[in-house]
């Protein structure tokens, strides 16, 4: 794989057969430490601009999600039942998914006198967006004493390289506490969308995670329902740490990968050390989505530059909301840090080409999406690759899946479908759930993007269809086509091309 790793830094194709290459040893579950190694010494001996380049690459459709997002922790349990509820509507209204820090919510549900289940529904009732489940054992939401629950960062505060918990605190749980709603531990994962593990364990953090051993029940339970799984690992000391972390990962079947720098940024070279993490995750995340949970200000502008789809913040209270976007003497509790999580990943992406900072209107779109192609989304695959990425996993497992309306879906399709040679405008993942289904003998495919469209027609060729590029004409496709489909739900850009050609739509 050095050789791929190597080309895959300025050559799409590269890149595109190093991710297929790595998705089939993730499926048939062939991928060894040895690759890990393997790819974590290809990317060390990259340059730091070379390793920038390499992350973006992955980062485009279709290897990873080319969305960037804020997920955003609105509970604390300092909060009450109803600033806690209001910090909800404001996330919902931006569009944003909530990160549920579940003791926290817990906590709430014990000062007004209610379960913790019943917090986790009145949040479910009030929101559309994805909730992300984090903080969740064995018994349920875990349970911390108060110097935990109200820890005011000091390690963050202070900076690396990070010395253990003052006093032995982390991980210290109130399992009683726990053990009291054991009962309600399904219906936890029924009602979220996605479910984080952590498994620093794993590198030495013993004080700072549960046990991996309970980490499997949850990862388990989350695989059970159909749920989005993401793992929590640290950079460390950015190599041996790294890859027990990512190998804990893939043991446990990850589709997210989630990474924590800041004060668990050991590594002598910070900023490369964090890059590297990144572009190695692109690599061999599965479900093509790559979040930090933890990053300083420089961090976080590294890791956008080298392929970073998510950065977790939070509102006053929250321990996300000083924990990425700040520095060492600025990142301490009582900082609400959406607006300078937001600020910097406006600065950073205009030099960043084909991404998109994702708001309500996509997250409507990627909905629709979903629901038109059914069960034909990740983890199901089409040509050695996924269709979509575990960020529609999360919109699947959502209110708003439910909510959105479509005029007809990917059943129609192909109902409706007797051979005809088709046309597709657009080229993503509503393209190849139509392939996939209807199997024609002749497609043209029109993209505004040019790599989209020749990574569509790659796919699409190699699994056996004669599939032609139209680069970016639109008419080219109606002119050679029987039926065209428009493979958009942005009612936008639909109307812009119905303005220019006969073509169908879904909604």
Not at 276 to 300: F, H, M, P, Q
Request: one cysteine or more; charged letters at 30%.
């Amino acid at each position: 794989m050095r050789e791929l790793i190597k080309d895959a830094v300025n050559d799409l194709n590269s890149a595109l057969e190093l991710r297929k290459l790595v998705i089939k040893k993730l499926m048939e579950k062939k991928l060894k430490e040895s690759d890990i190694i393997e790819i974590v010494d290809a990317v060390d001996d990259l340059s730091l601009n070379e390793i920038q380049k390499l992350g973006s690459n992955l980062r485009k459709f279709p290897m990873g999600c080319d969305l960037i997002e804020v997920a955003v922790g609105a509970c604390a349990s300092s909060l009450t039942l109803t600033q806690f509820i209001e910090n909800c509507i404001l996330t919902d209204y931006m569009g944003l998914p909530l990160h549920v820090c579940a003791y926290a919510l817990a906590d709430i549900g014990e000062k007004e006198g209610i379960t913790p289940l019943e917090v986790l529904k009145k949040v479910y009732e009030t929101v559309d967006v994805p909730l992300d489940l984090d903080h969740f054992g064995k018994y349920g939401p875990m349970r911390f004493p108060r110097e935990i629950t109200h820890c005011m960062g000091e390690c963050y505060y202070n900076g690396p390289p990070y010395k253990g918990c003052p006093r032995g605190r982390i991980h210290k749980r109130l399992i009683d506490k726990e053990k009291l709603y054991a009962h309600e531990f399904e219906d936890w994962i029924k009602l979220v969308s996605t479910v984080c593990i952590n498994v620093v364990e794993e590198q030495g953090g013993e004080e700072h995670a549960a046990p991996l051993e309970e980490m499997a029940i949850v990862a388990e339970a989350a695989k059970k329902y159909g749920k989005g799984l993401e793992g929590i690992f640290h950079v460390g000391d950015g190599y041996d740490d790294l890859i027990s972390g990512l190998k804990a990962c893939i043991d446990l079947d990850v589709d997210v990968l989630v990474i924590e720098g800041a004060p668990f940024n050991r590594a002598k070279d910070r900023l490369k050390a964090f890059a590297k993490a990144i572009a190695v995750s692109r690599i061999l995340v599965k479900g093509g989505v790559v979040a930090t949970n933890g990053a300083y200000e420089d961090e976080c502008r590294i890791g956008l530059r080298s392929g970073l789809n998510v950065i977790i913040s939070g509102f006053s209270g929250n321990h996300h909301g000083y924990m990425c976007g700040y520095s060492p003497k600025t990142a301490k509790r009582g900082n609400f840090g959406l607006p300078r999580v937001m600020r910097i990943i406006k600065e950073e992406l205009k030099n960043i080409n084909d991404v998109n900072l994702i708001n309500k209107n996509d997250l409507i779109a990627i909905a629709r999406s979903s629901k038109f192609l059914g069960n034909v989304i990740y983890p199901e695959m089409f040509g050695g690759m996924f269709i979509g990425d575990a960020h529609w996993v999360a919109v699947k497992n959502s209110k708003l899946h439910d909510k959105v309306k479509i005029r007809k879906n990917l059943e129609d399709v192909e109902k409706e479908y007797n051979g005809e040679k088709l046309g597709l405008l657009g080229g993503r993942y509503i393209a190849w759930g139509i392939v996939k289904r209807t199997m024609p003998e002749e497609v043209y495919v029109s993209d505004a993007n040019k790599w989209v469209e020749e990574a569509t027609v790659k796919i699409l060729n190699e699994f056996g269809i004669n599939a032609y590029k139209c680069n970016g004409n639109d008419n080219e496709v109606v002119k050679n086509a029987d039926k065209t489909y428009i493979c958009s739900m942005i009612p936008e850009i639909i109307l812009k091309i119905k303005n220019k050609v006969n073509a169908e739509s879904f909604i």
